[in-house]
């Protein structure tokens, strides 16, 4: 007696969902048995691989390989047999796939397997051929970029090294003229002259020297400044003491030339000014970042100091003009700090353009 199948809706309608979706599916989907025929292909398995429907049923899925990876594939499909799960295909390989005329197009694989259905195996596939371009077009662009980069860092590190060379010789020949020249106001303004560009070299030393182009470790920068202005012409080391208390803090060059210049000024005043008469005294140097987030440059002398009645934001001297310009600059406050003896003068300001 023949058995009864009992009819049932909702099978019949998942089904009918299930075969929709087969059908229509965005991606190559193909139905493989134990032996690796392909029982089933979709549509769009059939325009990926440029074959009928009718030329891939029954046949070996090897078909759809490279020729050279088919005899591997077939040891790989074994053990997908012995222990089937729910994975991608080929973790950590460029998976290709081989058309009917012998093109052959990368590929991301999924496999499912349903031991109920004797065995058979699910195969999702999808072409990505656009991504893989993307990808080495992309590469191909981060390696133009790291080219460029590469030589716009030699290029610059060229510049920073031919302006230090350029301002070394400025250097050079405003001390050769301060040689000849016998007014001594004249030659003491060479000397000044000479190490505002010291001052600047500097700058652009730091830069070829450090793998950041960009910035300058404002500290170190501090420390090398004092020590070469101590050995200046305008300077008798062996009557003023120098102290220097400076933060390792990078700045960038629209901030340390124009922070350099003012150090140099306010240092050069302070040995010039501050001790009158052979007197001997102290110089201190600070470069900190306040409570604020802002930075504080100050030089601070124990000297004569300067009188109540100088008006020092008009002054008629250079040297206080170039840094109230400079303070200015780089968005800074300048100020006369009172202190017991002597002079201290700080310019508080931001790290960065605001």
Request: hydrophobic share 40%; net charge negative.
């Amino acid at each position: 007696m023949a058995a009864v199948v009992k009819y049932d809706p909702a099978l019949q309608a998942s089904e009918a969902r299930a075969r929709l979706l087969f059908e229509n599916g965005a991606q190559g989907i193909t139905i493989t048995d134990r032996d690796g025929r392909i029982v089933e292909a979709n549509p769009m398995t059939c325009r990926l691989f440029g074959y009928s429907s009718a030329e891939l049923i029954g046949e070996s899925i090897e078909m759809l390989l490279p020729e050279n990876f088919r005899g591997r594939h077939a040891g790989l499909r074994a053990d997908y047999d012995r222990r089937p799960h729910a994975r991608p295909m080929g973790i950590g390989m460029d998976l290709v796939a081989r058309r009917k005329d012998g093109s052959e197009f990368p590929v991301e694989i999924s496999l499912s397997h349903a031991a109920e259905d004797g065995g058979l195996t699910m195969a999702f596939i999808s072409d990505i051929t656009a991504r893989h371009n993307a990808a080495q077009e992309r590469e191909g662009l981060t390696a133009r970029l790291e080219g460029a980069l590469e030589e716009k860092t030699v290029l610059l590190k060229e510049i920073n090294h031919r302006v230090k060379n350029n301002l070394a010789v400025i250097g050079a020949l405003l001390g050769m003229q301060a040689d000849e020249i016998d007014d001594e106001r004249a030659r003491v303004a060479f000397c000044e002259s000479r190490q505002r560009v010291a001052s600047m070299a500097l700058i652009h030393e730091f830069l070829y020297a450090d793998e950041h182009l960009d910035r300058v470790n404002f500290g170190k920068y501090v420390r090398q400044l004092v020590g070469h202005i101590g050995e200046s012409c305008v300077i008798v080391p062996d009557r003023v003491h120098l102290s220097i208390h400076a933060a390792e803090i990078d700045l960038p060059v629209d901030r340390a030339i124009p922070c350099g210049l003012i150090l140099n000024e306010l240092l050069s005043n302070a040995f010039k000014h501050a001790f009158p008469g052979g007197r001997a005294g102290n110089i201190g140097v600070r470069f900190t970042r306040l409570d604020s987030g802002r930075l504080s440059l100050s030089c601070e002398d124990d000297g004569a100091g300067i009188p109540e009645s100088f008006d020092w934001r008009n002054a008629k001297s250079l040297g206080l003009r170039i840094v109230q310009i400079l303070s200015k600059q780089i968005d800074g406050a300048l100020t006369l700090q009172p202190v017991e003896k002597g002079t201290r003068f700080e310019v508080v300001f931001p790290s960065h353009n605001s």
